[in-house]
């Protein structure tokens, strides 16, 4: 049940107990299942719902599913999840396209109320002995709409939370502390507080102004409209100025993609006039804002040294699916929907086509480059995903240097030629990779970069360019000097040798 455990923390796996470790273990669970089920406050479920009265919105109850009430692991509490109807419809001049911007406005005016109002004080089971353990249902988001099942256990705007002609329909978990076994008093007790809960959220929806709706709505609708058009602007991703893409994580928020916006010092994004700033006006509110457009087809590389913020950069691109509220940071990162990401992993492969880069399956694996069989190691993981890509004709791939396998990136002196690197097909074969465009990031794979279309190399956390033909140029005197190098320390070993032999 999302949003009542704990924070996950490290800790020995099931494997790596003893045999009695394992027998205690699965004794205390199942002891805990078996209080909670004579409990009986499970089978209650649908009596506190007859007993909440006319808040609850019956056609969206799922008992077991969105609809429950149960005693926590610890006994001290008395959890419990319920569908609302509240009175509160969709004011007539907010196109219900931007409703889910709507929703998050009140939602958040909803969880920063509770602390102050006693009748919200289960959201976050404020009356609990251990209300650290429901903190969830009360952390702020900053999420309007995804696609992902990001921040699930998160109270947010989702098909279970929507605003609507017909009023406020929201799933509610909650806790109170621990009233005893169901009867005919305290079944009766938590239908009023359940009441009690909705009248809470009521009185908050009527008090949030009209303008923060609106911006919340007008906000969706610009990121919804301007995805819709960027593929006729010949674009895949829109980054706009001003972006704070940097994020901070939380025990309830540790996906970039749900986490919230960094405090303190956060230098925004600027695109450097050299990689030639599109201009676009936001569909819904009109405005004309301005920042980097990552084009249909190109190679992007987001350079960098260590720590400067290239992972940030592309993590942000990636989270440009999703629709953000004010605040949130990254409101003018707006991205197509079905981007990949290719990265290095371990998978067992099952008729896995890695034929894009490897024609000769390595010792251990058994097929055909086109249908290969075993376990896979990063590189064979990193080929079979760029190909599903591009058999599905992803628009977009990602790769960070940091989670790829650098053998398919970039070739060696060493490698064999049953290998052909992600910057050889950039070099001899770019149709390879159809109409997806690459945003790489990479603060070593040289031969990788030079290949770049365009190149955004990042300094001081600060966005600046450098021209993919002077990029090479200073990539072969690099190497000039390597050579240099190489030959002077191997004259000068040699030279110790004579004179010691």
């Given at each position: 049940?999302?949003?009542?455990?704990?924070?996950?923390?490290?800790?020995?796996?099931?494997?790596?107990?003893?045999?009695?470790?394992?027998?205690?273990?699965?004794?205390?669970?199942?002891?805990?299942?078996?209080?909670?089920?004579?409990?009986?406050?499970m089978?209650?479920?649908?009596?506190?719902?007859?007993?909440?009265?006319?808040?609850?919105?019956?056609?969206?109850?799922?008992?077991?599913?969105?609809?429950?009430?149960?005693?926590?692991?610890d006994?001290?509490?008395l959890?419990?999840?319920?569908?609302?109807?509240?009175?509160?419809?969709?004011?007539?001049?907010?196109?219900?396209?931007?409703?889910?911007?709507?929703a998050?406005?009140?939602i958040?005016?909803?969880?920063?109320?509770?602390?102050?109002?006693?009748?919200?004080?289960?959201?976050?089971?404020?009356?609990?002995?251990?209300?650290?353990?429901?903190?969830?249902?009360t952390?702020?988001v900053?999420?309007?709409?995804?696609?992902?099942?990001?921040?699930?256990g998160?109270?947010k705007?989702?098909?279970?939370?929507?605003?609507?002609?017909d009023?406020?329909?929201?799933?509610?978990?909650?806790?109170?502390?621990?009233?005893?076994?169901?009867?005919?008093?305290?079944?009766?007790?938590?239908?009023?507080?359940?009441?009690?809960?909705?009248?809470?959220?009521?009185?908050?929806?009527?008090?949030?102004?009209?303008?923060a709706?609106?911006?919340?709505?007008?906000?969706?609708?610009?990121?919804?409209?301007?995805r819709?058009r960027?593929?006729?602007?010949?674009?895949?991703?829109?980054?706009?100025?001003?972006?704070?893409?940097?994020?901070?994580y939380?025990?309830?928020r540790?996906?970039?993609?749900?986490?919230?916006?960094?405090?303190?010092?956060?230098?925004?994004?600027?695109?450097?006039?050299?990689?030639?700033?599109?201009?676009?006006?936001?569909?819904?509110?009109?405005?004309?804002?301005?920042g980097?457009g990552?084009?249909?087809?190109?190679?992007?590389?987001?350079?960098?040294?260590?720590?400067?913020?290239?992972?940030?950069l592309?993590?942000a691109?990636?989270?440009?699916?999703?629709?953000?509220?004010?605040?949130?940071?990254?409101?003018?990162?707006?991205?197509?929907r079905?981007?990949?990401?290719?990265?290095?992993?371990?998978?067992?492969?099952?008729?896995?086509?890695?034929?894009?880069?490897?024609?000769?399956?390595?010792?251990?694996?058994t097929?055909?480059?086109?249908?290969?069989?075993?376990?896979?190691?990063?590189?064979?993981?990193?080929?079979m995903?760029?190909?599903?890509?591009?058999?599905?004709?992803?628009p977009?791939?990602?790769?960070?240097?940091?989670?790829?396998?650098?053998?398919?990136?970039?070739?060696s002196?060493?490698?064999?030629?049953?290998?052909?690197?992600?910057?050889?097909?950039?070099?001899?074969?770019?149709?390879?990779?159809?109409?997806?465009?690459?945003?790489?990031?990479?603060?070593?794979?040289?031969?990788?970069?030079?290949?770049?279309?365009r190149?955004?190399?990042?300094?001081?956390?600060?966005?600046?360019?450098?021209?993919?033909e002077?990029?090479?140029?200073?990539y072969?005197?690099?190497?000039?000097?390597?050579?240099?190098?190489?030959?002077?320390?191997?004259?000068?070993?040699?030279?110790?040798?004579?004179?010691?032999?």
């Amino acid at each position: 049940m999302h949003g009542f455990s704990e924070p996950n923390s490290p800790g020995p796996t099931l494997e790596s107990l003893s045999g009695t470790s394992q027998r205690k273990l699965f004794d205390a669970l199942l002891s805990k299942i078996i209080m909670m089920g004579r409990d009986g406050w499970m089978a209650a479920t649908l009596e506190v719902v007859g007993a909440a009265g006319g808040v609850v919105d019956l056609p969206r109850v799922r008992e077991g599913t969105n609809t429950f009430v149960i005693r926590s692991p610890d006994g001290g509490a008395l959890q419990f999840s319920v569908p609302l109807l509240i009175p509160f419809p969709l004011p007539p001049e907010i196109d219900a396209g931007g409703a889910d911007g709507a929703a998050w406005a009140v939602i958040e005016a909803v969880k920063n109320g509770a602390p102050d109002d006693p009748r919200l004080h289960p959201l976050g089971g404020l009356d609990t002995p251990r209300p650290q353990r429901y903190a969830g249902w009360t952390e702020p988001v900053t999420l309007v709409h995804s696609e992902s099942a990001m921040g699930s256990g998160l109270w947010k705007s989702d098909l279970e939370n929507v605003l609507a002609e017909d009023g406020f329909h929201c799933t509610v978990r909650g806790a109170l502390a621990y009233p005893g076994p169901p009867d005919r008093q305290t079944i009766r007790s938590l239908g009023e507080r359940v009441a009690d809960l909705a009248d809470g959220i009521r009185t908050v929806t009527e008090r949030v102004p009209r303008s923060a709706l609106m911006d919340a709505v007008l906000l969706s609708l610009d990121q919804k409209g301007l995805r819709d058009r960027l593929p006729a602007m010949g674009l895949v991703a829109f980054l706009g100025d001003g972006t704070r893409p940097a994020r901070v994580y939380t025990p309830f928020r540790q996906h970039h993609r749900i986490a919230g916006p960094k405090d303190g010092v956060h230098i925004p994004f600027q695109c450097p006039e050299a990689l030639e700033p599109v201009e676009v006006e936001l569909p819904a509110s009109g405005r004309v804002v301005t920042g980097l457009g990552v084009r249909r087809r190109e190679a992007l590389v987001i350079a960098g040294s260590n720590a400067q913020g290239k992972t940030t950069l592309i993590q942000a691109i990636r989270a440009g699916e999703d629709d953000h509220a004010p605040g949130d940071g990254r409101e003018l990162v707006v991205t197509v929907r079905g981007i990949r990401t290719a990265e290095a992993g371990g998978l067992d492969l099952n008729g896995a086509d890695v034929s894009l880069f490897f024609h000769r399956l390595p010792p251990g694996m058994t097929g055909t480059p086109k249908a290969a069989f075993g376990q896979g190691s990063g590189s064979m993981t990193m080929a079979m995903q760029f190909a599903a890509a591009i058999r599905e004709e992803a628009p977009l791939i990602v790769v960070d240097e940091d989670r790829a396998a650098a053998n398919l990136l970039v070739t060696s002196c060493l490698q064999e030629e049953d290998v052909t690197p992600l910057a050889g097909l950039l070099a001899g074969n770019r149709a390879a990779l159809g109409d997806a465009a690459l945003v790489i990031a990479s603060s070593s794979l040289d031969p990788l970069i030079a290949q770049a279309d365009r190149i955004l190399v990042l300094r001081g956390h600060r966005a600046d360019m450098i021209h993919p033909e002077r990029f090479r140029e200073t990539y072969r005197e690099h190497l000039q000097a390597l050579i240099r190098q190489m030959e002077g320390g191997l004259a000068a070993r040699d030279d110790a040798h004579d004179t010691f032999s």
